[in-house]
């Protein structure tokens, strides 16, 4: 038996989804245990597309547990409407499937609004968020005033908690924001419909994650964003509000580090970031324009085109040590098919100094420029191979560069969207 801890490597969306839906084979259970909806996690089998926003991407897998961990923060009009999708398709079928610990912190209307409002400022602090209200509501959670599962649903709590707290977000979005007030009836009565629908997930995430490791069951946790993304080892503040590294596995959980067996880090072939901040090896060019096209490079949840650039292994390695990676999956080496010569940032050039290691300042980070070196391309469609002997030399050995600069073994290697387009070369769950 093991546990499995999935992150994302670098600025989010690296295939985390399609990773997880191929290891929940292998798996008894999987946990989401930071972010919400601002993740959009998509999965491809044979034809059809799930794109997840909340609900772990184990979930197409009849009879394996979903648990949503204390650490998420859940909207609950999205996650509905995210149930009612999967259900629709023929998933889901029995409620069971699916639990959400009861200190998971709502999204609630007036986060979104804050959210949404900032952003729309014309400050040079805009962070490009999701908009989806999670810094808001990590905010609440930090500073002891959000409301939790378990208040949603008890009326009398939850009506004493929103009284609370309205007052002042209101008093910030009319006054500060210059947006109108929320009602705090309507609130009550929206969030209270939600609640007797969701009434039936509720679970405890720590005592049922506890007796399924006792119990010698598999377990695989779901990351969401990326490790360049994490509050606090990120590039900070173009970063997100939760702890995207493995750690956060933990603490957005209730399962205990010497629980963890292994960690793997998914990784592109080359490199994405949404939104604003550092990016070093970004290509402003025709390059980055190929890349984005040819990768499909559009977010998953709000549609906006991708920033795209090359390898940059100073930030792999970061995202090794932070997360303890004991292998990586590496996704997407189809995009490069076409390229005579692959290029990948192996130091960052600091005025007179060399650097290899990812600065912690962004204002020396903004000041680095990529070191590249070339590689070999392939130029030959790899998408149909299932084996990683049978992939064309170059690719090969792109692949095992990529180890020697990281050091850390890569144990899956993906081709394609779709579930039957990866390799496995060794089973984290063995
Ligand atoms: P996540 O947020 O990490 O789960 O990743 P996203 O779903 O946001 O973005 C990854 C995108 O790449 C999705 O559209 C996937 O279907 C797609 N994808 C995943 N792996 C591969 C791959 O190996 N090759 C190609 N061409 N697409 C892939
Ligand atoms: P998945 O799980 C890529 C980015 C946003 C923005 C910053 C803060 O699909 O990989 P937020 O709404 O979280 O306050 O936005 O983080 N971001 C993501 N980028 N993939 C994601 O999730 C992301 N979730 C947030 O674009 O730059
Ligand atoms: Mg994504």
């Known amino acids: 038996m093991a546990n499995v801890v999935i992150i994302g490597a670098q600025w989010?969306?690296?295939?985390?989804?399609?990773?997880?839906?191929?290891?929940?084979?292998?798996?008894?259970?999987?946990?989401?245990?930071?972010?919400g909806n601002n993740a959009g996690h998509t999965l491809v089998v044979g034809n059809e597309k799930t794109v997840l926003h909340l609900i772990p991407s184990g979930i197409l897998h009849k009879g394996k547990r979903c648990v949503i961990g204390n650490g998420v923060v859940l909207d609950p009009k999205v996650f509905l409407v995210?149930?009612?999708?999967?259900?629709?398709?023929?998933?889901?079928?029995?409620?069971?499937?699916?639990?959400?610990?009861?200190?998971?912190?709502?999204?609630?209307?007036y986060h979104v609004a804050i959210d949404k409002a900032r952003e729309g400022r014309s400050t040079d602090r805009k962070i490009g968020t999701t908009g989806r209200g999670i810094g808001p509501t990590y905010e609440d959670k930090v500073g002891r005033r959000g409301i939790r599962f378990a208040d949603l649903l008890k009326p009398e709590a939850f009506r004493k908690r929103l009284k609370e707290v309205l007052p002042e977000k209101n008093f910030y979005l009319e006054k500060y924001l210059g947006q109108p007030?929320?009602?705090?009836?309507?609130?009550?009565?929206?969030?209270?419909?939600?609640a007797e629908k969701l009434r039936c997930y509720l679970g405890n995430a720590s005592v049922e994650l506890d007796a399924a490791i006792r119990a010698?069951?598999?377990?695989?946790?779901?990351?969401?964003q990326g490790s360049m993304l994490d509050i606090d080892h990120g590039t900070y503040p173009y970063v997100t509000s939760s702890s995207t590294v493995s750690a956060?596995?933990?603490?957005?959980?209730?399962?205990?580090?010497?629980?963890?067996?292994?960690?793997?880090?998914?990784t592109k072939a080359y490199v994405t970031r949404v939104?604003?901040?550092?990016?070093?090896?970004?290509?402003?060019?025709?390059?980055?324009?190929?890349?984005?096209?040819?990768?499909?490079?559009?977010?998953?949840?709000?549609?906006?085109?991708?920033?795209?650039?090359?390898?940059?292994?100073?930030?792999?390695?970061?995202?090794?040590?932070?997360?303890?990676?004991?292998?990586?999956?590496?996704?997407?080496?189809?995009?490069?098919?076409?390229?005579?010569?692959?290029?990948?940032?192996?130091?960052?050039?600091?005025?007179d100094q060399l650097l290899t290691n990812f600065p912690s300042d962004?204002?020396?980070?903004?000041?680095?420029?990529?070191?590249?070196e070339d590689v070999p391309g392939w130029q030959t469609t790899i998408n149909e191979v299932t084996s990683f002997e049978e992939l064309p030399q170059q690719a090969i050995d792109y692949v095992k560069r990529i180890e020697a600069w990281s050091g850390v073994p890569v144990v899956l290697v993906s081709v394609g969207p779709r579930r039957d387009e990866t390799m496995l070369r060794s089973n984290p769950f063995a």
């Not at 009612?84 to 610990?101: F, H, I, P, R, T």
């Not at 956060?248 to 998914?266: E, F, H, L, Y």
């Open 12 to 35: 989010g969306d690296e295939g985390k989804g399609k990773v997880v839906d191929i290891y929940t084979a292998e798996a008894d259970g999987v946990v989401r245990f930071q972010g």
């Open 82 to 109: 995210e149930i009612e999708g999967l259900k629709a398709k023929g998933y889901l079928q029995d409620d069971s499937q699916l639990m959400v610990d009861g200190a998971v912190h709502l999204i609630m209307p």
């Open 181 to 194: 007030p929320l009602n705090e009836d309507e609130i009550f009565n929206e969030y209270q419909g939600y």
């Open 216 to 224: 010698g069951k598999n377990l695989l946790f779901e990351g969401a």
């Open 248 to 266: 956060g596995a933990c603490t957005g959980s209730g399962v205990g580090p010497t629980r963890i067996d292994q960690v793997i880090g998914i």
């Open 275 to 351: 939104g604003e901040g550092p990016f070093p090896t970004e290509l402003l060019d025709e390059m980055g324009e190929q890349l984005r096209t040819t990768g499909a490079e559009f977010g998953a949840t709000t549609g906006r085109p991708r920033r795209c650039g090359w390898l940059d292994i100073v930030a792999l390695r970061e995202a090794v040590r932070v997360n303890g990676l004991t292998g990586l999956a590496l996704t997407k080496l189809d995009v490069l098919n076409d390229l005579e010569t692959i290029r990948v940032c192996t130091a960052y050039r600091y005025g």
């Open 362 to 372: 962004l204002d020396v980070l903004q000041q680095c420029t990529p070191v590249l």
